[in-house]
């Protein structure tokens, strides 16, 4: 099976500070995700990455940056936290051919005071 | 540009009841198709998949979805349900070509005892 870990689950930072949150995946997969889930808006993209050191903007990416050094890991950065980014925060990976699925880490619920 | 509506924000069905759980999408191209579940604070699981072939689909907990092109629906049934299904529901839709999949804002699926 495979397994995508977040590194917390559970995480609170104060407003202007540099948040880090990381993903580690073990199925050697091209592409990595991160995004955002917020209540009635569903999953939205934050950023994306088909290779490393490659990355591509999804449909939210202001306030956030990302890193990928190496194939297994992505970073989702919070620059400087502010409190409409407190959420949960979901990562995933996958094969690069799109007719294969999503696969999900159990999420970090961050909270920015 | 592809959009996923799930029209039913909450949908609360007895124990042992049918269910159906709706999926619109519109996109310009022909797409693959996803549910996926989210139980309470976990991330998202791969519940079912259409990719090509036959239009009915079907998962081990005896969910089933089936994908109607020509009204662009994929909704995802059940004919008895459980209380262990008590969750969240996401449609989600990789269009041929894309690197990421298009979420509708999710279904919460109550079981009533």
């Known amino acids: 099976d495979v397994k995508v870990t977040q590194s917390s689950r559970y995480l609170v930072k104060r407003t202007g500070e540099k948040v880090f949150l990381e993903c580690v995946q073990d199925?050697?997969?091209?592409?990595m995700f991160w995004y955002r889930q917020d209540p009635g808006l569903g999953l939205r993209l934050i950023y994306f990455?088909?290779?490393?050191?490659?990355?591509e903007k999804g449909d939210i990416p202001e306030g956030y940056s990302v890193s990928r050094e190496k194939k297994e890991r992505f970073s989702l950065i919070l620059e400087s936290a502010s409190t409409n980014q407190t959420s949960m925060y979901l990562c995933?990976?996958?094969?690069?051919?799109?007719?294969?699925?999503?696969?999900f880490g159990d999420g970090t619920r961050l909270s920015i005071l | 540009a592809q959009s996923v509506t799930q029209l039913d924000s909450q949908v609360p069905v007895f124990e042992e009841a049918p269910v159906e759980l709706r999926c619109n999408y519109s996109?310009?191209?022909?797409?693959?198709l996803f549910w996926y579940v989210q139980y309470p604070n976990q991330g998202l699981q791969l519940l079912l998949k259409?990719?090509?072939?036959?239009?009915l689909v079907e998962s081990i907990n005896g969910f089933e979805a089936e994908f109607n092109k020509s009204q662009t629906s994929f909704h995802l049934r059940k004919p008895s349900v459980h209380i262990s299904d008590t969750a969240e529901y996401f449609c989600a839709v990789s269009p041929t070509g894309a690197n990421n999949l298009f979420f509708g804002t999710g279904t919460r699926l109550t079981v009533i005892p």
């Open positions: 995933a990976s996958r094969h690069r051919a799109n007719n294969q699925p999503q696969h």
């Open positions: 996109s310009s191209v022909s797409v693959y």
């Open positions: 990455s088909y290779d490393v050191k490659m990355k």
């Open positions: 199925m050697d997969h091209e592409n």
């Open positions: 259409y990719l090509s072939g036959s239009t």
